[in-house]
């Protein structure tokens, strides 16, 4: 479903990742783990098109989306209505057992400026459940979420979103308890001298 | 880009959103006129166009630097951008909301305002139009300087700085438009050349401030 081969990306006109290659199937996790700063983020950037390759191939089937480390919630918003926004741009309707699946029952009508660190995450995390997505590339995505809350969240990952056939390409430290394959980073760390990306690294 | 402008109108009138912060800052420029120049009636009358342009145009600027950085901040700026729509769409639809939040209001002030600075009776019809033409074009540049320094700490001072020159010929224009329809002259060119104006950068910006998000957003 998703396949790259020798990708090679850069960070602020650094090349920090090259030589990347690696295929996900349908209905399966893969799993990015390395060190900080290993360019596991920028990796994921790449790939759903916020920025280019310097180098390599990203052929994907199906229509990707990505979730940063910040969830894109409005705090003047209510919790639906900050659901139903990206529901309106994805042009989905807002399915109803959302809400239970992330635990955000209770918490409809609140602002979502109001909403713990953790039930804000769950917010941006729910907003995946809404776009319908088949491709996700999601960066560290159980940070600030208690051990209740990261289980259903791979619950949500396996009993929904791979059920339904999507892949996903997740960054992150712990185990979310996923039959996942892994890829370590370390082994692809771009040389130093590697160059490339000179016209931003003068800027 | 309708859920977009209606999010975007909805954050506007919610407690820190900003609206109304133009029309009452054009309010109190407008005031204070009076004040620094003197209440003669002929001196008002005659920089009355000048003044309500400029003070728009001012007014216009405040909220400009809100546009993307908001949405830059909290990440939902990448979102949209691997959103389905364009981000095309998406610069037209924030200059949209700005207009509705800023330009409209400042527009049907106006009138008000001029009258407070004795302006002409028959300069009313051409500054209510030159308004309405004008101000999309205002926020349109205005998207796209706001584009340009979208991430940038203190972004907005140097957006003022990148955007003010580019307003200039609609200044004039629709200035001009006003102080014409007041002293009776034809208007017909000024008013055509500030239409090209706003038709222009509508049709342009768009692509532009889409170029420069994809770049401010690597």
Known sequence: MLQVTGLRCARGGVPVLENVSFQ?????VLVLRGPNGVGKTTLLRTLAGLQPAL??????????AYASHADGVKTALSVTENLAFWADVHAETLPD????AFELDELRDR???TLSAGQKRRLGLARLGVINRQVLFLDEPTVSLDGNSVRMFANWIRDVHLARGGCAVIATHIDLGLSALTLELSPYVAAPDAGGGMDEAFL | MIALLI??????????GGFGLGLAFFLIVVVLVPFGVGPEQMVLARIAPGILWVAALLAALLSLDRIFALDFEDGSLALLATAPLP???VALAKACAHWITTGLPLTLAAPTLGFLLHLDGAAYAFLLLTLLMG?????MIGTFGAALTVGLRRGGLLMSLLVLPLYVPTLIFGAEAVRRGAEGLPTAAPLMLLAVITAGSIAFLPFATAAVLRINLR
């Open chain 1, 24 to 28: 996900v199937a349908a209905g399966t």
């Open chain 1, 55 to 64: 180098a390599g191939q990203v052929t994907c089937t199906g229509e990707s």
């Open chain 1, 97 to 100: 057992d959302l809400f239970a």
């Open chain 1, 111 to 113: 602002l979502a400026g």
């Open chain 2, 7 to 16: 999010r975007d109108l909805r954050l506007a009138v919610r407690a820190g």
């Open chain 2, 87 to 89: 981000l095309e769409g």
């Open chain 2, 135 to 139: 101000t999309p074009a205002l926020s």
